[in-house]
């Protein structure tokens, strides 16, 4: 119960408000105000305060009463109101009104079904009958209730999935609303209803039951935002009746109505009264539900909380919109949960919106700017997107509250991987760089060089290459695409900056500016024609809608009238730079080519052709020529009537290039002459033009086999041709190769080069072939990457010619080895080299990790994808490789706890992290591994005779870290295989040279339950506040091996072993092999094994702080960080629904104060201050840690 003494605060609402109210929530007619006026002090003498139950009245019935009225017109008289609003077929305002009749006729019943309502909508079976109602107390009740739940279950109302429960949240809202404000008149203050439900409610939100807790916080918030909506009304009531008082006493004594202004002051005194009891109800909510379910244990409910809290304080903001409220929210952005910290973030965007509300938002914003600013790289990419919107809002009211650090870590994700957080900070940019006009640049020509446009585009060049962390322009673009997408396509504009001379006292474009303007025009282009975002920002190609593909459209021809007249001008002016000349030539690609024609271009087509035949003299740089072969091949569409005229000048230049290299070879293979450097430097130069062409064109009729040939065969004899020479020749043979493949394959006349574009997707086809006809090739492969990539940084000497020591050539050469190790890993993935070859490269996990474990970390969960059970074959095979290596160092009597069989034993600890927590579906590969680990463990006799452990029995020591994935049945199973190895005498040794084999055993026949609840629920138990739930038959309900392969058999090994198929192809992984990393993390530890003796504590300590907390939405120049080890994988504990109040976390804990303040509201508007905050409001020591926001990283030791 709640003391009325607690709950009574004085108050006066203001007289003046500007806050308008819909037309659904202003209920007063004439009639009711007169019912109210009538009521006098009659009715509430014997005043109860809110939450203290009445029991006048009794009830006339016993157990549920019927939902009457218009649904019992329609067969549902022996519904109860849970069921009705379950159905949602009957319109909210109905059950409400037909519940108020029935409120009317029996109060006691009528609250009985309420009562039972909320009851039924947290999933509880019991029921409150009329007994129960009359003579227990709450307390009493809910204990009662808390007896019959349901606890088997952990789905509740609110919880469950589908559409109907969905919709049912949303009804159970909508009837709290809609009864408050139908009875906001007069039932609310009859001291009897509200009282009970508040007290119930306050009752249920202090209960150990997550189901209670949940559903009744949720209805006494809603209840809460009800009541200020009420409280609202009053205020605007209070003003009105003021206002009219005023104007009444103001009138001279003639014309003043004496009764007039006696019915107005009985009237305000009427809506004082109201208040003062509406005051009391939302302090009762506020201080028994709010104060303390904010900071629940369930991240729902304090989602629920700040959720409606923000609602409070956008809907009537001169009573909640203060420092006294704000601090709820500042505090609970630092919860653990994304969820409520999305919450806090929305629920602030609505007051920092409204810009009249700003002034009450700067003590808040001073405070809490910080911890925003950090939310925009929060983990969760969702809070991220809203961070990043709310301190646009911020930027959007005041430009001096955000200072340039804050700025500039926005700014730079612009660059994310992640779209939606790229686009939120391209409006957080645009609207910081661009949206600001000076009164001097209002009349400025809307196009031009001297535009206001101009000026923007110059702006972001400059903003693009200061960004020095990132040089992904078509990243830029995409994020201020639809914000600033008019200026993006604003190409005249660019044209005029590149082409046209500065104005006096205008300052020229530098080399470095012209060519970054020149990206960034291409990516826009590239981004109007294609419609999609750049790779590694999208899913996929999404269906544009009719509207988006006529701009398309209308873009793409706009783009071919402009270029393709500036183009060979562009061309013409920048012929000698290889970087602006590859990119511009990629603008035909774009082109609508029907242009050229219906637009009488054909000169400047001309002009285009000359340009890029200039170019393909005047370069030798690949990229240059591929873009000139690309732009020939884009133009030779025989679609379009212009496809002649390029198609006779691609012809010429080819001949005169094969011609020139005919010509050129026969004076370079001269016998007995040594070519010069100058004769070499004229084929190599010839021979990359020809090569780049014959990528995208067929050259067959030029016949440049034999060229080639001679030109290999004669420096494989000579052995003095240049490399670059070879190099170019072999790749001009290759491309010859598949030329004369497409034709002869079937179908493949017509769309020869889309069979070149996906060419990659056959080599690993013409590799498995060539791998498995020859199997040496399989171990030469391998010794080259253990030769070439697994080497300290120090000992490759060869790569860095001589420049060991600068970082950007170890950088290099790391990126050049990840390269090499991520070919050979998709070489695995596609079965093209044995599974079984990946052992040498899992074992090198841990010794390069900080350079390589992202690769083989990938690696592995898709070779567990291809098959399971060899993939655990091949973890095994890595240990066993790696212990055999001890055993070559150390000799066999090596001590236990040296750093080598430590080290050896952390990885076989993380190799069995990375098979999760759900047991089922890595059942058969845990079994097999153990399999294969006893019977290496006993493949070796003891060198020291008979009697002696085998040589490979501490092996099994290294096996135990792999029990915990198995079964229970299971574990039975691998025991008695075990013992077919051991004798008799085995199993009564019990000296130390036997204790691997005494802690496996151990180790199968101890933790019997540990699997229970991931089997059957999946939940994770921990070693706080969660309680024991009968464990159910590991195997009830559950599949089964196959028959045949029984557990209790010893079939099952050799069975499985033999039906091992590793299917032949897979669809193509996505494998990152070029990422870059810091050059002070690359190398590897001094000592291999001292890398392998390293505790998960002391790897965890050497980590940088910031792996532990926010992990970057930024990925594409260092790469996804990956924090941890194979913890990683390990699925998240699932909270327990039962978790009782008394035992929440203790960190939610810390630091709050529970002196909360009553609701007082505002006096009157002219009055208004903001009150002196309180030292406590912002205490830095707040409910939650200041890491929250990166969220707990949990895992199972």
Request: proline share 3%; aromatic share 8%.
């Amino acid at each position: 119960m709640i003391a009325a003494q607690e709950l009574h605060t004085e108050f006066q609402f203001p007289q003046e408000t500007d806050t308008q109210l819909s037309s659904d929530t202003d209920l007063e007619d004439p009639d009711v105000k007169n019912a109210k006026l009538g009521k006098g002090k009659g009715g509430r003498k014997g005043k109860k305060a809110p939450g203290e139950k009445g029991k006048g009245g009794g009830a006339k019935g016993t157990g549920l009463g019927g939902v009457n009225g218009h649904h019992q017109e329609n067969g549902m008289e022996s519904m109860t109101l849970f069921e009705v609003v379950k159905m949602g077929k009957s319109a909210t305002q109905s059950i409400v009104d037909d519940w108020i009749e029935s409120y009317k006729s029996d109060r006691d019943i009528a609250l009985l079904d309420l009562i039972n309502f909320f009851i039924q909508c947290s999933g509880c079976k019991g029921a409150v009958s009329a007994e129960m109602f009359r003579h227990m107390q709450n307390s009493e009740i809910i204990r009662k209730m808390t007896e019959e739940f349901d606890e088997d279950s952990g789905d509740y109302p609110l919880t469950m999935a589908g559409p109907l429960w969905k919709k049912f949240k949303s009804s159970f809202c909508e009837f709290i609303g809609v009864l408050v404000r139908q009875c906001q008149y007069s039932i609310i203050y009859d001291e009897y209803m509200m009282d009970t439900v508040i007290s119930l409610l306050t009752g249920l939100s202090d209960s150990q039951v997550r189901a209670f807790r949940h559903t009744s916080t949720l209805a006494a918030m809603k209840l809460m935002t009800a009541l200020v909506n009420v409280a609202l009304n009053l205020s605007i009531n209070m003003d009105n009746t003021q206002r009219q008082y005023e104007a009444e006493r103001n009138k001279v004594m003639a014309k003043r109505a004496n009764d007039r202004l006696e019915l107005l002051l009985q009237k305000r005194k009427e809506l004082q009264e109201n208040q003062d009891e509406i005051e009391n109800m939302m302090n009762a909510i506020f201080k028994g539900v709010f104060v303390h379910r904010y900071r629940d244990a369930i991240a729902e409910v304090r989602a629920i909380c700040i959720e409606e809290i923000g609602v409070w304080m956008k809907m009537y903001s001169d009573a909640f919109l203060n420092d006294s409220y704000l601090k709820y929210v500042g505090w609970t952005m630092h919860d653990k949960q994304g969820e409520v910290r999305l919450r806090c973030l929305t629920a602030l965007q609505g007051l920092y919106y409204n810009r009249e509300l700003n002034t009450r938002l700067e003590l808040f914003t001073s405070r809490f700017k910080d911890r925003i600013v950090s939310m925009a790289l929060d983990k969760e990419y969702d809070v991220a997107v809203q961070a990043i919107k709310l301190l646009t809002l911020v930027l959007h009211s005041s430009d001096e509250v955000l200072t340039a650090e804050d700025c500039e870590s926005v700014y730079h994700l612009v660059y994310s991987a992640h779209r939606p957080v790229a686009v939120a900070a391209g409006e957080f940019l645009y609207k910081k760089l661009f949206s600001h006009r000076g009164p001097e640049e209002e009349g400025m020509p809307r196009r031009g060089r001297q535009s206001l446009n101009g000026n923007l585009i110059k702006t972001t060049v400059f903003f693009f290459l200061e960004s020095e962390l990132h040089e992904h322009g078509a990243y830029l673009v995409d994020s201020l695409w639809e914000c600033a997408g008019e200026l993006l396509k604003d190409w005249e504009s660019m044209i005029s900056l590149l082409l046209d001379e500065p104005m006096p006292g205008e300052e020229a474009l530098t080399d470095h500016q012209e060519t970054a303007l020149i990206e960034i025009m291409l990516c826009a282009i590239r981004q109007a024609c294609e419609c999609h975002p750049p790779v590694g920002r999208g899913t996929g190609k999404r269906v544009l809608t009719a509207k988006e593909k006529k701009t398309q459209l209308d873009d793409r021809t706009r783009i071919t009238e402009i270029f393709a007249v500036a183009l060979p001008l562009l061309l013409a002016k920048y012929s000698v730079d290889a970087e602006k000349v590859t990119n511009l030539l990629q603008l035909p690609q774009f082109f609508d080519l029907e242009i050229y024609t219906t637009g009488r271009l054909e000169k400047h087509l001309e002009s285009l052709l000359r340009q890029i035949r200039e170019v393909v003299e005047k370069h030798t740089e690949t990229d240059v020529l591929e873009a000139c072969s690309m732009t020939y091949h884009a133009l030779c569409n025989e679609e379009f009537t212009i496809f002649n005229r390029v198609d006779i000048a691609r012809s010429q230049l080819l001949d005169e290039l094969v011609d020139k290299f005919n010509r050129l070879l026969e004076d370079f293979l001269l016998e007995g002459e040594e070519p010069d450097e100058d004769d070499a430097y004229q084929v190599l130069s010839t021979l990359k033009r020809i090569t780049a062409f014959h990528n995208a064109h067929d050259l067959s009729k030029w016949d440049l086999f034999t060229s080639n040939y001679k030109l290999l065969n004669t420096g494989l004899q000579n052995g003095d041709m240049p490399e670059q020479i070879v190099i170019h020749a072999m790749q001009c043979t290759h491309y010859i190769i598949l030329w004369h493949l497409a034709k002869v394959s079937e179908g493949s006349s017509t769309k020869v080069h889309t069979l070149l574009l996906s060419v990659t997707n056959d080599y690993p086809v013409s590799a498995n072939a060539l791998c498995y006809s020859y199997s040496p090739l399989q171990a030469e492969l391998l010794n080259f990457i253990l030769d070439h990539v697994f080497i300290d940084q120090d000992d490759d000497n060869n790569s860095t010619d001589g420049q060991q020591d600068d970082e950007a050539s170890k950088i290099e050469a790391l990126h050049k080895r990840r390269n090499l190790l991520a070919a050979y890993c998709k070489l695995i993935i596609y079965n093209v080299v044995e599974m079984n070859t990946g052992a040498d490269i899992f074992k090198q996990y841990m010794r390069y990790y900080n350079d390589y474990g992202d690769i083989i970390k990938e690696t592995m969960s898709k070779t567990r994808q291809i098959d399971k059970i060899q993939c655990a074959k091949t973890l095994i095979l890595s240990l066993q490789q790696l212990f055999n290596e001890m055993l070559s160092d150390l000799g066999c009597n090596f001590d236990r706890s040296s750093s080598s069989f430590c080290g050896i034993k952390e990885l076989a600890r993380r190799f069995s992290l990375t098979f999760g927590l759900d047991q089922l579906k890595t059942r058969e590969a845990i079994a097999m591994l153990h399999k294969d680990g006893i019977e290496f463990a006993f493949k070796e006799p003891s060198p020291q005779g008979e009697g002696n452990p085998p040589l490979n029995l501490v092996f099994l020591d290294i096996l135990s870290e792999f029990s915990s994935k198995l079964l229970r049945q299971d574990k039975k199973t691998v025991h008695l295989y075990l013992e077919r190895f051991m004798t008799f005498q085995m199993a009564l040794q019990r000296e130390d040279c036997w204790l691997p084999l005494i802690s496996y055993r151990n180790s199968l026949q101890a933790g019997g339950d540990d699997d229970t609840m991931s089997v059957i629920s999946g939940y994770s138990s921990r070693s706080s506040s969660i309680r024991t739930k009968k464990a159910k038959p590991a195997s009830t309900g559950k599949r089964k091996l196959p028959e045949g392969e029984g557990c209790s058999t010893d079939a099952v090994w050799m069975n499985q072993e033999q039906n091992v198929q590793t299917p032949v192809m897979m669809p193509s992984p996505h494998l990152t092999s070029t990422v870059l990393r810091d050059p002070k993390k690359m190398r590897p530890d001094e000592s291999y094994m001292g890398v392998y003796a390293m505790t998960s504590e002391q790897q965890h300590q050497q980590l940088p702080p910031q792996q532990h907390h926010h992990q970057t939405p930024m990925d594409y120049k260092y790469g996804t960080p990956f924090y941890g080890l194979m913890e990683d994988d390990e699925e998240p504990i699932v909270e327990d629904v039962m978790m009782s109040s008394e035992d929440r976390l203790e960190d939610l804990n810390e630091g709050m104060d529970f002196d909360t303040m009553d609701i007082d509201l505002p006096p009157s508007k002219n009055r208004r201050e903001r009150s002196e905050l309180k030292p406590d409001y912002f205490d830095p020591s707040s409910i939650m840690d200041d890491s929250v926001g990166i969220g707990l990283l949990l895992r199972v030791q």
